[in-house]
T-cell receptor, first 111, second 113 residues
């Protein structure tokens, strides 16, 4: 039972345009959500996070939106750059030590 | 430099031969965890540790053991590896819990034949 789902395995976007990566979850006990970015042959790196008491968090070109009623979060990258090409994972936690990741979305930003 | 170091980067072994993948962090983090990455399944948590001598199961703990005798080290032990444990493994550490921004190692590619 996949509690965190990223239904788009891949996304292709033109440089300068907006990239929108989506993530759905099923467990209403999740209270914190994070996005990680992964380049080939490297470990994931933390990108941005959001607490369930908020509906938006922004950090430079990256914004995460949380819709609790729909159990949906999205990551917006504006403007997209070729260096943003990577696999993006969303993750969710419900206090303590458990962390559940989605399957990942491979973003390709074309010049 | 803040880092999580995993060793080895690549490992090929045979079914049943015990192995250990080491993980060390230099950030004095309380929280450490192990994940495996498989195609189409994303990252799945194997075990985590909230502090020294405190470990707990993640989503896929079967066939794995861990220990946390010191704050900086969190080795992953496969007592009797099987081919379905062929995967890419990542160790991570965070300040105090899973929702802390995690620092990941560069991964260990394990093949069990």
């Amino acid at each position: 039972d996949q509690q965190v789902k990223q239904n788009s395995p891949s996304l292709s976007v033109q440089e300068g345009r907006i990239s929108i990566l989506n993530c759905d979850y099923t467990n209403s006990m999740f209270d914190y959500f994070l996005w990680y970015k992964k380049y080939p042959a490297e470990g994931p790196t933390f990108l941005i996070s959001i607490s369930s008491i908020k509906d938006k968090n922004e950090d430079g070109r990256f914004t995460v939106f949380l819709n609790k009623s729909a159990k949906h979060l999205s990551l917006h990258i504006v403007p997209s750059q070729p260096g943003d090409s990577a696999v993006y994972f969303c993750a969710a936690s419900a206090r303590g030590g458990k962390l559940i990741f989605g399957q990942g979305t491979e973003l390709s930003v074309k010049p | 430099e803040a880092q999580v170091t995993q060793n080895p980067r690549y490992l090929i072994t045979v079914t049943g031969k015990k192995l250990t993948v080491t993980c060390s962090q230099n950030m004095n983090h309380e929280y450490m965890s192990w994940y495996r990455q498989d195609p189409g399944l994303g990252l799945r948590q194997i075990y985590y540790s909230m502090n020294v001598e405190v470990t707990d199961k993640g989503d896929v703990p079967e066939g794995y053991k861990v220990s946390r005798k010191e704050k900086r080290n969190f080795p992953l032990i496969l007592e009797s590896p099987s081919p379905n444990q062929t995967s890419l493994y990542f160790c991570a550490s965070g300040r105090d819990r899973a929702n802390s921004p995690l620092h990941f190692g560069n991964g260990t590619r394990l093949t069990v034949t």
